[in-house]
Nanobody
Framework: QVQLVESGGGLVQPGGSLRLSCKVS????????IGWFRQAPGKDGEGLSC????????HTRDSVSDRFTISRDNVNNTVYLQMNRLKPEDTALYYC??????????????????????RGKGTLVTVSS
Protein backbone atom coordinates (compact mmCIF):
# COMPACT_ATOMS: atom_id res chain seq x y z
CA GLN A 1 0.00 0.00 0.00
CA VAL A 2 1.46 3.32 -1.08
CA GLN A 3 1.68 5.98 1.60
CA LEU A 4 2.98 9.52 1.51
CA VAL A 5 3.57 11.43 4.72
CA GLU A 6 4.53 15.08 4.72
CA SER A 7 6.35 16.98 7.44
CA GLY A 8 8.28 20.18 7.95
CA GLY A 9 5.54 22.77 7.81
CA GLY A 10 5.05 25.47 10.40
CA LEU A 11 5.06 29.17 11.06
CA VAL A 12 7.83 31.18 9.44
CA GLN A 13 8.46 34.88 9.04
CA PRO A 14 8.47 36.48 5.60
CA GLY A 15 11.85 36.01 4.00
CA GLY A 16 12.48 32.80 5.91
CA SER A 17 13.01 29.26 4.69
CA LEU A 18 11.46 25.85 5.24
CA ARG A 19 12.26 22.39 3.99
CA LEU A 20 9.30 20.09 3.56
CA SER A 21 9.70 16.32 3.51
CA CYS A 22 7.59 13.67 1.84
CA LYS A 23 8.28 10.18 3.13
CA VAL A 24 7.21 7.61 0.56
CA SER A 25 6.50 3.93 1.16
CA UNK A 26 4.88 1.08 -0.67
CA UNK A 27 6.42 1.38 -4.12
CA UNK A 28 8.28 -1.71 -5.34
CA UNK A 29 10.42 0.16 -7.85
CA UNK A 30 11.63 3.69 -8.57
CA UNK A 31 9.43 4.07 -11.62
CA UNK A 32 7.29 6.83 -10.27
CA UNK A 33 7.25 10.57 -9.84
CA ILE A 34 6.48 12.80 -6.89
CA GLY A 35 4.97 16.24 -7.08
CA TRP A 36 4.54 18.97 -4.51
CA PHE A 37 1.29 20.89 -4.53
CA ARG A 38 -0.36 23.49 -2.37
CA GLN A 39 -3.88 24.52 -1.56
CA ALA A 40 -4.64 27.90 -0.01
CA PRO A 41 -8.07 28.69 1.45
CA GLY A 42 -10.37 30.05 -1.22
CA LYS A 43 -7.92 29.45 -4.02
CA ASP A 44 -7.36 26.79 -6.64
CA GLY A 45 -4.70 24.20 -5.95
CA GLU A 46 -1.29 24.77 -7.50
CA GLY A 47 1.26 22.31 -8.75
CA LEU A 48 4.72 23.45 -7.64
CA SER A 49 7.34 20.95 -8.65
CA CYS A 50 7.82 17.40 -9.88
CA UNK A 51 10.65 14.93 -9.72
CA UNK A 52 11.25 11.56 -11.34
CA UNK A 53 12.48 9.18 -8.71
CA UNK A 54 14.54 6.99 -11.04
CA UNK A 55 16.69 9.60 -12.76
CA UNK A 56 16.04 12.74 -10.72
CA UNK A 57 14.65 14.81 -13.58
CA UNK A 58 12.72 17.78 -12.29
CA HIS A 59 10.32 20.40 -13.46
CA THR A 60 9.22 23.40 -11.40
CA ARG A 61 6.50 25.96 -11.77
CA ASP A 62 7.95 29.17 -13.24
CA SER A 63 6.50 31.44 -10.57
CA VAL A 64 8.40 29.69 -7.76
CA SER A 65 11.40 28.29 -9.60
CA ASP A 66 13.74 30.95 -8.20
CA ARG A 67 12.76 30.12 -4.61
CA PHE A 68 11.65 26.46 -4.46
CA THR A 69 13.82 23.43 -5.15
CA ILE A 70 12.72 19.80 -5.24
CA SER A 71 15.13 16.97 -4.48
CA ARG A 72 15.10 13.32 -3.52
CA ASP A 73 16.91 10.90 -1.26
CA ASN A 74 16.38 7.43 -2.66
CA VAL A 75 18.11 5.76 0.28
CA ASN A 76 15.53 7.15 2.69
CA ASN A 77 12.64 7.24 0.16
CA THR A 78 12.09 10.90 0.83
CA VAL A 79 11.41 13.84 -1.43
CA TYR A 80 12.10 17.35 -0.25
CA LEU A 81 10.88 20.80 -1.16
CA GLN A 82 13.28 23.53 -0.13
CA MET A 83 11.47 26.84 0.06
CA ASN A 84 13.41 30.08 0.40
CA ARG A 85 12.44 33.75 0.66
CA LEU A 86 8.96 32.81 1.71
CA LYS A 87 6.14 35.29 1.29
CA PRO A 88 2.76 35.60 3.03
CA GLU A 89 1.10 34.45 -0.19
CA ASP A 90 2.94 31.13 0.16
CA THR A 91 0.68 30.31 3.10
CA ALA A 92 -1.15 27.10 2.25
CA LEU A 93 -1.52 23.40 2.91
CA TYR A 94 1.36 21.72 1.10
CA TYR A 95 1.05 18.11 0.05
CA CYS A 96 2.94 15.61 -2.02
CA UNK A 97 1.42 13.24 -4.51
CA UNK A 98 2.65 10.37 -6.63
CA UNK A 99 2.11 9.27 -10.18
CA UNK A 100 3.59 6.52 -12.32
CA UNK A 101 3.82 9.02 -15.20
CA UNK A 102 6.02 12.10 -14.91
CA UNK A 103 4.04 14.06 -17.44
CA UNK A 104 0.86 13.68 -15.38
CA UNK A 105 2.61 15.70 -12.71
CA UNK A 106 4.24 18.21 -15.04
CA UNK A 107 1.03 19.25 -16.78
CA UNK A 108 -0.37 20.25 -13.41
CA UNK A 109 2.35 22.83 -12.90
CA UNK A 110 0.55 25.22 -15.19
CA UNK A 111 -2.95 23.88 -15.20
CA UNK A 112 -5.63 22.29 -13.11
CA UNK A 113 -4.52 20.10 -10.26
CA UNK A 114 -5.73 16.52 -10.26
CA UNK A 115 -4.93 13.12 -11.64
CA UNK A 116 -2.15 11.91 -9.39
CA UNK A 117 -2.45 8.32 -8.19
CA UNK A 118 -1.77 8.90 -4.50
CA ARG A 119 -1.42 11.87 -2.19
CA GLY A 120 -0.57 12.63 1.41
CA LYS A 121 -2.61 14.60 3.89
CA GLY A 122 -0.37 17.62 3.77
CA THR A 123 1.54 19.92 6.07
CA LEU A 124 0.51 23.48 6.82
CA VAL A 125 2.82 26.36 6.03
CA THR A 126 2.04 29.77 7.45
CA VAL A 127 4.15 32.76 6.48
CA SER A 128 3.48 35.64 8.80
CA SER A 129 5.23 38.17 10.97
Amino acid sequence: QVQLVESGGGLVQPGGSLRLSCKVSGFTSTSYSIGWFRQAPGKDGEGLSCIKIDDGATHTRDSVSDRFTISRDNVNNTVYLQMNRLKPEDTALYYCAASSIFRVCVVQLGGMVGGMDYRGKGTLVTVSS
